[in-house]
């Protein structure tokens, strides 16, 4: 069975702090999304990595794919109250015996408060 | 602009009711998935569908059924609700997962739903 495990669980910083929101697995994956979601609303794509040591930035937020497609981490500099949120990290795999399904390994979830 | 609308957005059931939660998308996706998404667990999948006739079960799907009669419409049924069920229900669709793409799945807003 593949697992995501991202770390940590909660987090709630000042206005300005940088962060790291990590996800892991001991499984490798062909390609790996990161999702925000918002209180009451479901999780919107953020980005997705597809090549192992693939990094993306998206303004302030910047993704990196690891090396073995095993991990990734998501980092935010100088953090703004309008980044919190819950921050989901989802892999797939494709190749041999894994049939085209669209099917997502989800991680537990980062709960993120930026306070002001 | 619809996209992937829920219905209803809340519900309260008694233990062994049952009900149907509704899901339609305008984007005529093939592709279309359940969720489920309890505190601190991120989101694991119920059944998904790759086309109008097809579906099939993902990580947890005791407990449910599902259908597929046209492309646009997903609904989710529950024949003896329990109170492991409660949790907070998310319907996604996609269009065919492509390797290398972005693979974006849209989520509908959620139904919230209490066993008691």
């Known amino acids: 069975t593949q697992l995501l495990e991202q770390s940590p669980q909660f987090l709630s910083i000042q206005e300005g702090e940088n962060l790291t929101v990590y996800c892991n697995s001991s499984?490798?994956?062909?390609?790996l999304q990161w999702y925000r979601q918002e209180p009451g609303e479901g999780p919107v794509l953020l980005v997705t990595?597809?090549?192992g040591g693939e990094v993306k930035k998206l303004k302030r937020l910047t993704f990196q794919f690891g090396d073995a497609r095993k991990d990734s981490s998501l980092h935010i500099t100088a953090a703004q109250p309008g980044d919190t949120g819950l921050y989901l990290c989802?892999?797939?795999?494709w190749g041999p015996g894994s049939s085209n399904t669209g099917k997502l390994i989800f991680g537990q979830g980062t709960t993120l408060q930026v306070k002001p | 602009n619809a996209g992937v609308t829920q219905t209803p957005k809340f519900r309260i059931l008694k233990i062994g009711q049952s009900m149907t939660l509704q899901c339609t998308q305008d984007m005529n996706h093939n592709y279309m998935y359940w969720y489920r998404q309890d505190p601190g667990m991120g989101l694991k999948l119920i059944y998904y569908s790759v086309g109008a006739g097809i579906t099939d079960k993902g990580e947890v799907p005791n407990g449910y059924n599902v259908s597929r009669s046209t492309t646009e419409d997903f609904p989710l049924r529950l024949e003896l609700a329990a109170p492991s069920q409660t949790s907070v229900y998310f319907c996604a669709s996609s269009r065919v997962p492509k390797e290398g793409a972005k693979n974006i799945q849209y989520f509908g807003a959620g139904t919230r739903l209490s066993v008691l």
């Open positions: 990595v597809v090549t």
């Open positions: 499984s490798v994956f062909s390609s």
């Open positions: 989802a892999g797939r795999s």
